[in-house]
């Protein structure tokens, strides 16, 4: 299948669930529904939108001098200018095709700073790795500082679907589904084994090894590194928090709201992130379920969401649209060099 085409299958399977979502939030509104979402955006102070903003280039700022220092254990020193361009590069492509725009950032710094793509793709899966750790620690916090809430909303939601999926469930076909991931990996070894000295399995490995030593360039990091390193993670995530908490301030049925009710959304909100080209439908629908759990009328959660995907997006598109543009510039005018 050409790669276009399988992009663009990607782009369509990914906005099929935004759209899926967008029409479950529409399907049951009532014309008074209408009304209080647009009153609630009639509502919002948009001026605190410039500071959501200033946090939001911060965060992504952190996560651009954090990748710096994971490639600065491959032995290369990447400049500052060009590794932020080519995060917020790979943010915009991300936005069309979730996924893809890792290795388009992986890309345009290879290309700029003539570093082996394979390296920049191992501290790429670093940096994801440890995003997903972070992710499940932010998760943690929203149950241990909200126990009362979040096991209210597992006894009546997630338990009984789980039970029933459970009841359901068929041990022969959970077999066969095992035996079958069992098998594909076997066969993907025996393949690499049987073809070691063929040209695609000496680049597979080569790959492969790229992969593993950016995966394991945290370990390698000296203890001042490491210190920025974990220094600029907990910048990024703070930052996000933040930008959420400015949010809440923008609509006067949200302004209540605290610290804890935006670690819920950021949880949540990062999981529509992944499933959807940009969160577009997805993030908006599980901020508004969200906010269900605080008693934020789902209109308000609404109009919310979309206001915060909106700041988001346009926060993306702009900067990075700049960086599309300004990165052959900026390298024309001093080639590798911040």
Not at 25 to 33: G, H, R, W
Not at 42 to 48: H, K, P, T
Not at 147 to 165: R, T
Not at 214 to 238: N, Q
Request: charged content about 10%.
């Amino acid at each position: 299948m050409p790669k276009a085409l399988k992009n663009i299958l990607k782009f369509l399977a990914f906005l099929s669930i935004g759209v899926l979502m967008i029409w479950l939030a529409l399907k049951d509104m009532t014309p008074q529904d209408y009304a209080d979402v647009k009153s609630a955006f009639l509502s919002g102070n948009y001026w605190l939108i410039i500071p959501a903003f200033i946090i939001g280039i911060g965060s992504h700022l952190s996560r651009a001098l954090r990748w710096r220092i994971l490639i600065g254990t491959q032995g290369y020193r990447p400049g500052v200018l060009n590794t932020f361009f080519a995060v917020m590069v790979g943010y915009l492509v991300n936005t069309g095709v979730p996924r893809l725009g890792e290795i388009a950032r992986c890309g345009v710094l290879a290309n700029y700073e003539k570093i082996p793509a394979d390296k920049l793709i191992g501290t790429m899966i670093a940096e994801r790795a440890l995003d997903l750790v972070c992710l499940a620690i932010v998760f943690l916090l929203c149950f241990l500082l909200q126990l009362d809430i979040v096991s209210a909303y597992l006894s009546a939601e997630v338990w009984p679907a789980a039970e029933q999926k459970l009841a359901n469930a068929n041990t022969t076909q959970l077999l066969m589904v095992l035996g079958i991931a069992l098998l594909a990996v076997g066969i993907f070894i025996f393949l690499l084994k049987r073809f070691a000295a063929s040209r695609a399995a000496i680049k597979l490995k080569a790959l492969m090894r790229g992969v593993m030593d950016g995966f394991l360039s945290i370990v390698k990091m000296d203890r001042k590194k490491l210190g920025w390193f974990l220094f600029h993670t907990c910048c990024i995530w703070a930052q996000y928090l933040g930008m959420l908490y400015v949010g809440f301030l923008c609509l006067p049925a949200t302004q209540h709201l605290g610290l804890t009710a935006a670690l819920t959304v950021l949880a949540l909100g990062s999981v529509a992130m992944i499933v959807s080209p940009g969160g577009i439908g997805v993030y908006p629908y599980l901020v508004q379920k969200t906010l269900l759990l605080y008693n934020i009328a789902g209109p308000i959660g609404m109009a919310f969401g979309w206001i915060i995907w909106g700041a988001q997006t346009l926060l993306i598109c702009l900067l990075g649209l700049i960086s599309f543009i300004w990165l052959p510039v900026h390298n024309r005018k001093s080639p590798g060099k911040s």
